[in-house]
């Protein structure tokens, strides 16, 4: 069980440089989260959703992003790479 940040941080040092891919990050909350898990954890956020709404949330600059604004529908695919993450929803 992970009981302090130090401890996070060693658990999660292997994802040092992948990709994460977060669908609807409308909310502040998960906007400065995904903040802080690439300043933190050396990984890069790929954020799927409506870009007003991301682009309204402070500090996405370094973050890739999706404008996909009818992200309720089911998706098609998997997101495995930023290429194919390009309207994979319908």
């Not at 995904?34 to 990984?43: C, I, K, N, Y």
């Not at 996405?60 to 929803?89: F, G, K």
Request: glycine content about 6%.
């Amino acid at each position: 069980m992970i009981t302090s940040f130090a401890e996070l941080r060693a658990a999660t040092r292997h994802y040092a440089g992948r990709r994460i891919i977060i669908v609807a990050p409308h909310s502040p909350e998960i906007l400065t989260a995904a903040r802080e898990a690439q300043e933190s954890l050396g990984v890069q956020c790929v954020l799927v959703g409506d870009r007003k709404k991301i682009s309204a949330g402070q500090g996405t600059a370094a973050m890739e992003i999706h404008d996909a604004p009818q992200h309720r529908r089911r998706c098609r695919h998997p997101l495995p790479s930023s290429a194919r993450a390009r309207a994979m929803c319908s």
